[in-house]
């Protein structure tokens, strides 16, 4: 018996608009939607794809829930995004708070860290780290 790495779960208010924009910042696509529960995948994962594919093959997803309450405190967990080693760092941020991204602290040090806090529309931290071949 073993188990899977299956989903992250993220608590929202608007889990159509959160899955939307997480959606648009990976290239991944709504895979499933019903008012309680958003699926996002990365693109090649279509149903036909998943269906054919061996249990070790499928990757995890995001999936978007509602939450009453507000976040209240720095994310326990979080999710590191990592451009390409022919990508500028610099310029995904930017293009990542032109699309309703804000910068977050968590008490890093700027002046001593090679990645950047962010934090998305309803303020879920995450980091862009330096570019990565692997």
Same mark, same amino acid.
Request: net charge negative; aromatic share 0%; glycine share 0%.
């Given at each position: 018996m073993s188990l899977r790495w299956y989903s992250v779960v993220i608590d929202c208010h608007d889990v159509a608009a959160q899955a939307r924009w997480w959606a648009g910042v990976l290239d991944w696509r709504i895979f499933y939607e019903a008012d309680d529960e958003v699926v996002i995948l990365p693109r090649h994962l279509t149903? #036909?794809?998943v269906r054919s594919m061996s249990w070790e093959e499928i990757g995890p997803g995001l999936i978007f829930v509602p939450v009453p309450e507000y976040k209240t405190?720095?994310? !326990? =967990?979080? $999710? %590191? /995004?990592?451009?390409? /080693?022919? %990508?500028d760092?610099?310029?995904m941020v #930017?293009? $990542? =708070?032109a699309k309703g991204a804000? !910068?977050?602290d968590v008490g890093q040090n700027p002046d001593e860290i090679t990645w950047v806090v962010l934090a998305d529309p309803e303020g879920n931290e995450f980091c862009v780290l330096s570019p990565r071949d692997r």
């Open positions: 149903a #036909e794809a405190i720095k994310n !326990r =967990l979080h $999710l %590191d /995004l990592a451009p390409q /080693l022919a %990508d760092q610099e310029a #930017e293009s $990542l =708070l804000t !910068r977050a």
